[in-house]
């Protein structure tokens, strides 16, 4: 006959411990990476480091777009555009309001695919540069 004894209270602590080394690997590796820059004495290499863990946001005013089907249709192709994030676009608003990777795209790279389709744009404000 087999017994369920269940996980032991020792086992608790082994796999509760695990849990939190990795996490703490995951947390503390990019401000190690940071600090192993400043240390030695490559700053700019920190900064480099801190602004490509952050995304940015970028405001792009769009003319061309006579319906929302317009909108849909930018707004699909900007989430498949390399380094963008997400991306909302507003035919009421005529505009886009584009989250992206820094160090993957720009915002003027974000401006030619929308050209690439057709419609002129130019950024309106950008946020976290």
């Not at 269940?6 to 695990?18: D, E, F, H, S």
């Not at 863990?53 to 555009?81: D, F, P, Q």
């Amino acid at each position: 006959m087999i017994v369920n004894k269940g996980i032991t209270g020792q086992t608790k602590k082994r796999v509760a411990k695990q849990i939190l080394a990795a996490v703490s690997v995951i947390c503390i590796l990019p401000v190690t990476v940071v600090l192993c820059a400043a240390l030695d004495g490559n700053a700019t290499s920190a900064v480099t480091t801190i602004r490509a863990i952050k995304n940015e946001r970028v405001l792009i005013a769009i003319e061309g777009m006579h319906c929302t089907s317009c909108a849909t249709g930018i707004k699909a192709m900007l989430k498949r555009t390399p380094g963008v994030i997400s991306a909302e676009v507003s035919f009421e608003r005529r505009e886009a309001d584009v989250e992206y990777d820094p160090s993957r795209t720009s915002p003027e790279k974000i401006v030619e695919a929308i050209a690439n389709m057709g419609y002129k744009s130019n950024v309106k404000a950008q946020e976290g540069s």
